[in-house]
């Protein structure tokens, strides 16, 4: 009889490994944001001389993916239903949000936020890592809006016909009903935008953010050394996103009652 060894205990269940793999893994990130500095102190110049640097980089960007990250999550519940709306206005402004931030690069969202936003809102004086959150939070927010309401289309009809038979009110029957299983149906596509925004979280250099990629272009400015600073600067990138992937599977797993995913 063929012998597979696990990781884990013998009769845990499938949600208690996943909430293993997610404690973990958040314990791998937490490692990893303070303590990246060690191993790269040991590189040769102009990495070794500059660790500290690229470490506070890395916090800096993960700091704007869960920030935006979560904001981006209830932008994109309150756009869903937006759209969803019997109410024509509602559906118009959810819709023309979802039209205009899709429709627009990021680049330009980030630096419209930064510099045109406080011209025509003057009460809105942002600095540079504020302004770089909430337009990461409202772009995620347009892609999250579609990826909830496909989840909250997916529900059963006859599951809300069940719970007006029953008597439940809307507000009940969508916060008992609705929404868990919405939300289990939405979150493949919303971890992976906010495994996605890590990445897009880059573009926040462009006004004056030193996140990880405005970090690496200052020192190979200083230094004339693209390859080494390049390399590193990606590798950085691949193991907070290898580690986001873990969590994020996990939470997958954690939300799969019905043990779809293999």
Known sequence: MPFALSPWPAGWSRQQRSSATMIASSLAMLLVLWLLAIPLSWA?????????????????TVELTLVA????????????????SALPPLRWVAGA???VIRGTPLLVQVLFVFFALPV???VLQMGDFTSACVALAFNVGAYNAEAIRAGLLAVPKGQLEAARALGLSRWY????????QAFKISLP???NNIVALLKDSSLAYAIGVVELTNVGNRIQAATF?????LATTATIYLLLT?????FSDAVEHRFDIEGKIK
């Open 44 to 60: 040769p110049e102009p990495i070794g001389n500059n660790a500290q640097y690229f470490a506070e980089g890395a916090r800096v």
């Open 69 to 84: 990250g979560l904001a981006g999550v209830v932008l994109g519940v309150l756009a869903a239903l937006g759209k969803l």
């Open 97 to 99: 949000y979802i039209w």
């Open 120 to 122: 025509l809102i003057p």
């Open 173 to 180: 029957t969508f916060i008992d009903i609705t929404f868990p």
């Open 189 to 191: 596509p919303l971890v």
């Open 225 to 229: 050394q693209p390859v080494p600073i």
């Open 242 to 246: 290898t580690v986001m992937t873990r």
